[in-house]
Protein backbone atom coordinates (compact mmCIF):
# COMPACT_ATOMS: atom_id res chain seq x y z
CA UNK A 1 0.00 0.00 0.00
CA UNK A 2 1.24 3.35 -0.90
CA UNK A 3 0.41 6.60 0.89
CA UNK A 4 1.40 9.59 -0.85
CA UNK A 5 1.21 13.21 1.70
CA UNK A 6 3.39 15.95 0.96
CA UNK A 7 2.98 18.61 3.86
CA UNK A 8 5.32 21.29 4.92
CA UNK A 9 5.33 22.03 8.94
CA UNK A 10 4.97 26.13 8.75
CA UNK A 11 2.22 26.03 7.12
CA UNK A 12 -0.24 26.50 9.86
CA UNK A 13 1.95 29.17 11.15
CA UNK A 14 2.04 31.10 7.86
CA UNK A 15 -1.40 30.74 8.01
CA UNK A 16 -2.00 32.36 11.42
CA UNK A 17 0.01 35.54 10.17
CA UNK A 18 -0.40 36.70 6.92
CA UNK A 19 -3.63 36.77 5.16
CA UNK A 20 -4.89 33.87 2.79
CA UNK A 21 -4.14 34.09 -0.60
CA UNK A 22 -6.83 32.64 -3.04
CA UNK A 23 -5.50 30.94 -5.92
CA UNK A 24 -7.36 30.63 -9.43
CA UNK A 25 -8.46 27.08 -10.34
CA UNK A 26 -5.56 27.11 -13.19
CA UNK A 27 -2.92 28.44 -10.39
CA UNK A 28 -4.31 26.02 -8.46
CA UNK A 29 -4.00 22.96 -11.00
CA UNK A 30 -0.03 23.73 -12.01
CA UNK A 31 0.62 23.38 -8.08
CA UNK A 32 -1.07 20.33 -7.50
CA UNK A 33 0.75 19.10 -10.84
CA UNK A 34 3.78 20.21 -9.34
CA UNK A 35 3.47 18.46 -6.55
CA UNK A 36 1.95 15.07 -7.90
CA UNK A 37 5.28 15.09 -10.66
CA UNK A 38 7.43 15.67 -7.49
CA UNK A 39 6.08 12.90 -5.55
CA UNK A 40 6.04 10.44 -8.10
CA UNK A 41 8.30 8.35 -10.00
CA UNK A 42 6.98 10.99 -13.25
CA UNK A 43 9.44 12.82 -14.40
CA UNK A 44 9.35 16.72 -13.45
CA UNK A 45 8.16 19.62 -15.86
CA UNK A 46 10.04 21.57 -17.91
CA UNK A 47 10.68 24.72 -16.34
CA UNK A 48 8.03 26.63 -18.96
CA UNK A 49 5.53 24.89 -17.84
CA UNK A 50 5.01 27.57 -14.71
CA UNK A 51 6.04 30.48 -16.52
CA UNK A 52 5.31 34.64 -15.24
CA UNK A 53 3.53 35.60 -12.21
CA UNK A 54 1.66 31.93 -12.14
CA UNK A 55 4.51 30.31 -11.20
CA UNK A 56 5.91 32.71 -8.52
CA UNK A 57 2.06 32.05 -7.10
CA UNK A 58 2.00 28.50 -7.42
CA UNK A 59 5.38 27.53 -4.99
CA UNK A 60 7.92 29.97 -4.02
CA UNK A 61 11.42 29.16 -5.32
CA UNK A 62 14.31 28.81 -2.52
CA UNK A 63 16.64 32.15 -1.81
CA UNK A 64 19.05 29.68 0.06
CA UNK A 65 22.33 28.49 -1.15
CA UNK A 66 21.27 24.97 -0.45
CA UNK A 67 24.09 22.64 -1.08
CA UNK A 68 21.74 19.30 -0.48
CA UNK A 69 19.20 19.81 -2.96
CA UNK A 70 17.43 16.15 -2.41
CA UNK A 71 13.91 17.68 -3.04
CA UNK A 72 13.82 17.77 -6.50
CA UNK A 73 12.18 14.46 -6.89
CA UNK A 74 11.19 12.19 -3.65
CA UNK A 75 9.65 8.65 -4.08
CA UNK A 76 8.29 6.52 -1.61
CA UNK A 77 10.03 3.06 -1.96
CA UNK A 78 7.89 1.48 1.12
CA UNK A 79 5.13 1.98 3.16
CA UNK A 80 5.35 -1.01 6.30
CA UNK A 81 3.01 -0.89 8.85
CA UNK A 82 4.58 -1.45 11.66
CA UNK A 83 1.86 -0.95 14.33
CA UNK A 84 -1.73 -0.66 14.37
CA UNK A 85 -4.26 -0.43 16.89
CA UNK A 86 -6.77 3.29 16.74
CA UNK A 87 -3.93 4.23 14.41
CA UNK A 88 -1.64 3.10 12.13
CA UNK A 89 2.40 3.57 12.60
CA UNK A 90 4.26 2.86 8.76
CA UNK A 91 7.79 2.96 7.95
CA UNK A 92 7.90 4.89 4.95
CA UNK A 93 11.06 4.44 2.62
CA UNK A 94 11.67 7.17 0.50
CA UNK A 95 14.26 8.10 -2.02
CA UNK A 96 15.24 11.60 -2.83
CA UNK A 97 16.91 12.28 -6.13
CA UNK A 98 18.45 15.70 -6.97
CA UNK A 99 19.09 17.03 -10.89
CA UNK A 100 22.84 16.85 -10.11
CA UNK A 101 24.00 14.08 -7.45
CA UNK A 102 23.53 10.96 -6.33
CA UNK A 103 20.20 9.99 -4.70
CA UNK A 104 19.52 9.40 -0.84
CA UNK A 105 17.29 6.98 0.75
CA UNK A 106 15.79 7.83 4.12
CA UNK A 107 13.58 6.16 6.62
CA UNK A 108 10.20 8.30 8.28
CA UNK A 109 7.95 7.31 10.56
CA UNK A 110 4.23 8.49 9.46
CA UNK A 111 1.00 8.08 11.25
CA UNK A 112 -2.47 7.55 10.01
CA UNK A 113 -5.59 6.58 9.83
CA UNK A 114 -6.68 3.97 7.15
CA UNK A 115 -10.09 2.93 9.49
CA UNK A 116 -11.47 6.66 8.28
CA UNK A 117 -9.52 6.61 4.69
CA UNK A 118 -7.00 8.61 6.58
CA UNK A 119 -9.50 11.85 6.44
CA UNK A 120 -11.44 13.91 9.01
CA UNK A 121 -14.26 16.64 9.35
CA UNK A 122 -14.01 19.75 11.38
CA UNK A 123 -17.46 21.73 11.99
CA UNK A 124 -17.40 25.10 12.92
CA UNK A 125 -20.82 26.15 14.92
CA UNK A 126 -21.35 29.72 14.23
CA UNK A 127 -24.26 31.58 15.88
CA UNK A 128 -24.83 35.00 14.76
CA UNK A 129 -25.06 38.37 16.94
CA UNK A 130 -28.57 38.65 18.46
CA UNK A 131 -29.76 41.76 20.15
CA UNK A 132 -29.02 40.34 23.63
CA UNK A 133 -25.78 38.56 22.83
CA UNK A 134 -22.25 38.66 20.61
CA UNK A 135 -21.75 36.47 17.87
CA UNK A 136 -20.72 32.65 19.32
CA UNK A 137 -18.70 29.90 18.32
CA UNK A 138 -19.65 26.50 20.09
CA UNK A 139 -16.68 24.59 21.11
CA UNK A 140 -15.96 21.22 22.75
CA UNK A 141 -13.26 20.88 25.49
CA UNK A 142 -12.39 17.29 25.62
CA UNK A 143 -8.95 15.51 27.19
CA UNK A 144 -6.01 15.05 24.76
CA UNK A 145 -3.88 12.71 25.54
CA UNK A 146 -1.19 13.84 23.65
CA UNK A 147 -0.27 16.87 26.30
CA UNK A 148 -2.21 14.97 28.57
CA UNK A 149 -4.10 18.00 29.08
CA UNK A 150 -8.21 19.22 28.28
CA UNK A 151 -8.09 21.50 25.51
CA UNK A 152 -10.12 23.64 23.05
CA UNK A 153 -11.66 22.38 19.78
CA UNK A 154 -14.16 22.78 17.09
CA UNK A 155 -16.26 19.28 16.38
CA UNK A 156 -14.47 17.15 14.40
CA UNK A 157 -14.15 13.19 13.57
CA UNK A 158 -13.27 10.73 11.46
CA UNK A 159 -15.00 9.79 8.07
CA UNK A 160 -16.42 6.60 8.33
CA UNK A 161 -17.88 4.97 5.34
CA UNK A 162 -20.38 3.24 6.75
CA UNK A 163 -22.63 5.59 7.80
CA UNK A 164 -21.16 9.58 6.37
CA UNK A 165 -22.00 9.62 2.28
CA UNK A 166 -19.01 12.71 2.34
CA UNK A 167 -16.89 14.74 4.80
CA UNK A 168 -19.90 17.07 4.47
CA UNK A 169 -22.34 14.61 6.23
CA UNK A 170 -19.20 13.96 8.88
CA UNK A 171 -18.98 17.51 9.74
CA UNK A 172 -22.88 17.42 10.16
CA UNK A 173 -22.99 14.03 12.72
CA UNK A 174 -20.10 15.17 14.61
CA UNK A 175 -21.34 18.62 15.97
CA UNK A 176 -24.58 16.77 16.24
CA UNK A 177 -22.68 13.86 18.20
CA UNK A 178 -20.35 16.25 19.95
CA UNK A 179 -22.05 19.44 20.73
CA UNK A 180 -25.42 18.55 20.29
CA UNK A 181 -26.33 20.70 17.68
CA UNK A 182 -28.46 20.43 14.39
CA UNK A 183 -29.21 21.97 11.19
CA UNK A 184 -27.70 25.59 9.73
CA UNK A 185 -26.33 26.17 6.41
CA UNK A 186 -23.13 24.23 5.98
CA UNK A 187 -20.61 26.19 3.83
CA UNK A 188 -17.17 24.10 2.60
CA UNK A 189 -14.15 26.38 3.24
CA UNK A 190 -12.60 24.67 0.52
CA UNK A 191 -13.47 23.41 -2.84
CA UNK A 192 -15.04 20.27 -3.66
CA UNK A 193 -12.05 18.91 -5.76
CA UNK A 194 -9.56 20.05 -2.80
CA UNK A 195 -7.59 17.14 -1.37
CA UNK A 196 -7.67 18.74 2.21
CA UNK A 197 -5.16 19.81 4.16
CA UNK A 198 -2.32 18.18 5.87
CA UNK A 199 -3.25 17.37 9.43
CA UNK A 200 0.39 17.26 10.37
CA UNK A 201 4.29 17.19 8.85
CA UNK A 202 4.37 12.85 10.14
CA UNK A 203 0.81 12.88 9.22
CA UNK A 204 -1.09 11.10 6.31
CA UNK A 205 -4.58 12.29 7.73
CA UNK A 206 -5.67 15.22 5.97
CA UNK A 207 -8.74 16.82 7.16
CA UNK A 208 -11.80 19.83 5.37
CA UNK A 209 -13.55 22.20 7.36
CA UNK A 210 -16.99 23.10 7.44
CA UNK A 211 -18.72 26.31 8.89
CA UNK A 212 -22.07 25.78 9.97
CA UNK A 213 -24.30 28.83 10.47
CA UNK A 214 -26.70 29.02 12.68
CA UNK A 215 -26.93 25.76 14.03
CA UNK A 216 -29.48 24.91 16.21
CA UNK A 217 -29.61 22.71 19.34
CA UNK A 218 -30.73 19.20 19.33
CA UNK A 219 -34.90 18.23 19.89
CA UNK A 220 -33.50 15.53 22.05
CA UNK A 221 -32.06 17.93 24.22
CA UNK A 222 -28.90 15.66 24.85
CA UNK A 223 -26.05 14.41 23.13
CA UNK A 224 -26.21 11.52 20.74
CA UNK A 225 -23.89 8.28 21.50
CA UNK A 226 -20.76 9.15 21.77
CA UNK A 227 -18.06 6.81 22.12
CA UNK A 228 -15.90 5.85 24.87
CA UNK A 229 -13.47 8.42 25.10
CA UNK A 230 -15.68 11.23 24.07
CA UNK A 231 -17.36 11.13 27.49
CA UNK A 232 -15.05 13.92 28.75
CA UNK A 233 -16.14 15.98 26.36
CA UNK A 234 -17.62 19.59 27.71
CA UNK A 235 -19.53 21.91 25.49
CA UNK A 236 -19.80 25.78 25.72
CA UNK A 237 -20.42 28.90 23.42
CA UNK A 238 -17.71 31.68 23.37
CA UNK A 239 -17.56 34.71 21.85
CA UNK A 240 -14.49 35.60 18.38
CA UNK A 241 -12.72 37.53 21.24
CA UNK A 242 -12.56 34.80 23.88
CA UNK A 243 -11.90 32.35 21.02
CA UNK A 244 -9.16 34.47 19.78
CA UNK A 245 -7.52 34.37 23.32
CA UNK A 246 -8.00 30.70 23.67
CA UNK A 247 -6.20 30.48 20.48
CA UNK A 248 -3.52 32.75 21.69
CA UNK A 249 -2.73 31.37 24.81
CA UNK A 250 -2.03 27.93 22.47
CA UNK A 251 -5.12 26.41 23.72
CA UNK A 252 -6.77 25.37 21.07
CA UNK A 253 -5.90 22.24 18.98
CA UNK A 254 -4.58 22.60 15.73
CA UNK A 255 -6.89 21.36 12.82
CA UNK A 256 -9.69 24.12 14.61
CA UNK A 257 -7.43 27.32 14.74
CA UNK A 258 -7.02 26.57 10.80
CA UNK A 259 -10.44 26.17 10.34
CA UNK A 260 -11.50 29.50 12.10
CA UNK A 261 -8.59 31.57 10.34
CA UNK A 262 -10.64 30.31 6.87
CA UNK A 263 -14.06 30.96 8.27
CA UNK A 264 -12.99 34.32 9.00
CA UNK A 265 -12.98 35.74 5.68
CA UNK A 266 -16.38 33.92 4.72
CA UNK A 267 -18.03 35.34 7.96
CA UNK A 268 -16.64 39.16 7.08
CA UNK A 269 -18.09 38.50 3.57
CA UNK A 270 -21.59 38.40 4.59
CA UNK A 271 -21.03 40.87 7.58
CA UNK A 272 -21.24 38.76 10.04
CA UNK A 273 -18.04 39.36 11.48
Known amino acids: MKIFSVSRAASLV ?8 YF ?19 SRPAADAFEGEEADAALPASN ?6 WHERFDISKDQPVYKRYLTVYDRLVTFTPDVGE ?11 PNCSFCFAVAIPFHPATETAPAQVTLVREYAQ ?31 EEAMLVGGEVVSLFP ?8 LKWSCNTFKPFLIIDPQPAPSGHAATRDAEEHTIEVLRVSIPELRRLIAGGQVMLPSVFAFFLAQDVLKDRQLL
Open 146 to 176: GPNILMYCFPSGGFDKRKHTDLRQCAEVEMA
Open 103 to 113: AHSLHYDVVGH
Open 14 to 21: QACTRPFV
Open 24 to 42: SAQTRSQTDLRIRMASTNS
Open 192 to 199: EDHPGQSE
Open 64 to 69: VNDPHP
